[in-house]
């Protein structure tokens, strides 16, 4: 007989990420996976072409010059931060390390994916707390609160929602949890957030054992393909990622470049006022040409058809130009096509072409 892996895993529909190419076009404009439009900082690809070829040599595993520097900029004790191979690696090890079969796992119902399949690898029941038109409030996530739930999984700004939830209410999510529930907040777009009424996180951890944030440079940094994420966590979680994270887990070219892109504010800055000016005009756009636009605190917009069918031909009219949006049928939102900000002449491309494909 076959080897055999534990029950339920080859019922996961393996995670596929945004397409990137479109046939008919060597360059096509990729605003499906939520990366940056401008690229990365120059001083991470001098990083980069500055690596003197010393990939003989192990990283270091403590990955400790980066991690004070993370530290430093956030004003955090370096000892309460661990890396990953991404914020996803992260993600995962919270699951590996955390969950037990029977265990609940609670996200928002139009969550970012991983949670759903964090939950599933580990023989733990995603259960999905109700959202009122892309919006989702405290309440929510309690009233699907029970003695199995293990791990209550955050995005705060949501992917693919945009969703923002104030800080009252995250604070007010964590205060109804009980003690023995891990809640993680998932700042992947957190830079882009405006205004001063963010709750990331930090500030809970410093005072309770049961809540963590994690943070990314494939985002806003724009490194999605080195790999590279942490957490900020109370001492006896770091303590437990540290024990079931792989030895080297961030390569040394990846916390090498990483470090240099946290030096270019400049970059981050120019990013992070793209996006602020580029999402509202967007939704506007999408309003006037006759659909649904969800207001938006990441660099991405999520925009409703009027069916699913309808959804499926603008993605393939899009691409047929070039354009390639991320279908959301693998996120239960058959309807919706979300868009990452792209350049001026990106967005304006995108909307010409809608305007087009709505009056075709
Ligand atoms: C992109 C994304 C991540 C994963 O990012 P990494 O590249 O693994 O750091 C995590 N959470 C959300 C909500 C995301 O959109």
């Known amino acids: 007989m076959a080897p055999k892996p534990r029950a339920g895993l080859l019922d996961i529909k393996p995670y596929r990420g945004g397409v990137s190419d479109a046939p008919g076009f060597a360059a096509p404009t990729k605003l499906s996976s939520n990366e940056n439009c401008f690229g990365c900082s120059p001083v991470a690809i001098a990083a980069l072409h ?3 070829g010393s990939i003989d040599r192990y990283p270091d595993g403590g990955v400790q010059q980066l991690r004070d520097a993370l530290a430093q900029k956030h004003n955090l ?40 399949l964090i939950a599933l690898q580990n023989g733990a029941v995603p ?27 955050l995005a705060n700004p ?15 999510l964590h205060a109804g949890l009980p003690d023995d529930v891990l809640l993680v907040i998932d700042g ?16 809970l951890v410093d005072k309770h054992d049961n809540v963590m944030a994690t943070r990314t440079f494939s985002k806003s940094y724009g490194l ?21 994270r792989s030895p080297f887990n961030v390569n040394a070219v990846a916390q ?47 925009i409703g058809l009027q069916t699913p069918e309808q959804a499926d031909a603008a993605e393939q009219f899009l691409a047929a130009r070039g354009l390639i949006l991320r279908g959301m049928r693998g996120f239960g939102l058959p309807g919706c096509l979300r ?14 072409a809608f305007s087009a494909f709505m009056g075709q």
């Open 339 to 352: 868009m990452t900000i792209g350049t001026e002449d990106e967005n304006r491309t995108v909307m010409a």
């Open 188 to 203: 992947a777009y957190a830079e882009y957030v405006r205004g001063d009424d963010y709750e990331g996180g930090f500030a």
């Open 77 to 116: 004790p370096a000892g309460q931060i661990v890396c990953g191979c991404g914020s996803d690696e992260i993600l995962q090890l919270l699951g590996k390390a955390y969950l037990r079969e029977g265990d609940e796992v609670v996200h928002a119902q139009n969550g970012f994916l991983s949670y759903k």
């Open 127 to 153: 259960v999905p707390a109700p959202e009122d038109n892309m919006c989702i409030d405290a309440a929510s996530f309690l009233s699907v609160i029970t003695t199995r739930t293990r791990i209550v999984f």
């Open 256 to 302: 090498k470049v990483a470090l240099a892109a946290l030096q270019d504010e400049a970059f981050l800055a120019k990013s992070v006022d793209h996006v602020a000016h580029w999402a509202p005009w967007l939704v506007e756009k999408v309003s006037k040409a006759g659909l649904k636009a969800w207001p938006s605190a990441g660099n991405f917009v999520l």
């Open 158 to 172: 949501n992917n693919p929602t945009g969703f923002l939830m104030p800080g009252a209410e995250v604070r007010k």
């Open 50 to 52: 500055e690596m003197d």
């Open 224 to 244: 999605a393909g080195l790999r590279v994420g942490w957490a900020y966590c109370p001492d006896q979680i770091a303590a437990v990622l540290n024990r079931v």
